[in-house]
């Protein structure tokens, strides 16, 4: 071998181990972008964090949109209900009692604040304050509906609020039922005993008060998007 190529086969031998090396790189640039084309592992980690982001962002829209909120957990209160609704209806009886013994066979009158206010015991025919006197079997018939749709909701009562005026519509109607039941003319078609006597206003009893503020509270407490099981409505 002559000399020049020697030094031609020297030359040789260090280009062909450089383009070996060459392409061991390409090969390794070119996997790496098989399996993760354009980059793609680089950008998952963010882009599934932007998701669950937007996700998290919408959730919280809708349960800002009138969701329910839930209300603190307890036992049912079917016992305030019923208490309520007892006071109601015990004191509703004994003031009845009271009166149609005291006023009622002299057809007396008890000023209590001045001409403002008097007892004076009426017989009512008809609903609350005087009310279709010609209905009353109807109204009997309602009285009987209420309290069963009242013991439906006790199911599933486990707000107080709610509890207190369920008790009065409860109570108020129950005291009526009884006058319509068992007083005269005749079962079913009993009038009702009324006696608190307003000046310039219709006689009525504290059956029909209860009645009336059980109901303004019911409007209260739906106004203020409490149901009877304690949920809460955020409008």
């Known amino acids: 071998m002559t000399e020049a190529e020697r030094i031609s086969g020297d ?13 061991a790189d390409e090969k390794a640039v070119a996997d790496a972008g098989t399996a ?3 980059g793609t592992a680089g950008k998952a980690a963010p882009e599934a964090a932007a998701t669950d982001e937007a996700d998290a962002s919408a959730a919280a829209e809708e349960a800002g949109d009138g969701a329910q909120e839930a209300a603190p957990s307890g036992p049912r209160r079917i016992g305030v209900l019923l208490g309520v609704a007892a006071l109601v209806y015990a004191l509703d009886l004994v003031t009845k009692l ?8 002299d057809n007396r009158s008890v000023e209590v604040v001045g001409d403002l206010l008097r007892f004076q015991v009426v017989r009512n025919a008809g609903a609350a304050f005087g009310i279709g006197e010609s209905m009353t079997v ?12 009242i013991a439906r909701l006790a199911r599933k009562l486990y707000s107080l609020p709610w509890a207190i005026a369920l008790g009065l519509l409860l109570g108020g109607p129950l005291g009526n039922l ?7 003319p005749g079962f079913f078609e009993g009038h009702v ?26 409007v209260i407490l739906s106004f203020r998007g409490l149901d009877p099981d304690g949920t809460v409505h955020r409008g």
């Open 193 to 218: 005993v009324d006696f608190i006597a307003p000046e310039h206003f219709a006689v009525f009893n504290l059956a029909d008060s209860a009645i009336v503020c059980g109901g303004i509270l019911i």
């Open 178 to 184: 009884t006058d319509r039941l068992f007083r005269s």
């Open 138 to 149: 109807i109204f009997t018939l309602i009285a009987v509906i209420v309290i069963g749709v």
């Open 36 to 38: 993760d084309p354009a």
């Open 11 to 23: 030359a040789t031998e260090p280009r062909r181990e450089d383009e070996g090396a060459s392409a």
């Open 98 to 105: 009271i009166v149609v013994s005291r006023l009622e066979p």
